[in-house]
């Protein structure tokens, strides 16, 4: 089950970032459309509150603001970088795959601060995910 949620994530994402690269080549404001995006994120946020799944019920707690806060400066400037290397007529084949390549940090950072188990496995597919950033780099 979980395996199937990541995948409609990705498959979901990966259209949102080719609305990236549409956006981009229209030369949008970037900070007007990470607004833009964070208010509509912001929204379907409160709207799964009302769902009926007490689990994605809206519960503050400290964790939640600190980390919500963190997470929001973070993924914000890491979406107005991406979005102006588009806009500076990267590619999105190269830039966007680029960008989300960044689950090897996720992993690596799980690793070193979470103590989850590094496998021959895993790290296998750390080296694939850099050969390939940095094959697409070229």
Do not use: C
């Not at 007007?32 to 799964?48: D, E, M, P, R």
């Amino acid at each position: 089950r979980a395996t199937a949620l990541a995948i409609t994530a990705l498959l979901i994402y990966g259209v949102n970032s080719f609305f990236f690269k549409i956006a981009a080549l229209h030369e949008v404001s970037v900070p007007a459309y990470t607004v833009t995006t964070s208010l509509t994120f912001g929204a379907l946020s409160i709207a799964a509150h009302f769902s009926p799944w007490k689990s994605v019920r809206i519960q503050p707690n400290r964790i939640v603001v600190r980390y919500g806060l963190l997470s929001g400066l973070i993924i914000g400037a890491a979406f107005n970088f991406m979005i102006w290397s588009l806009r500076l007529g990267g590619e999105a084949s190269v830039v966007i795959p680029i960008f989300q390549l960044s689950f090897v940090l996720t992993a690596a950072l799980g690793v070193i601060r979470l103590n989850e188990p590094m496998t021959l496995r895993k790290g296998i597919g750390f080296a694939l995910a850099i050969g390939a950033i940095i094959v697409l780099a070229i």
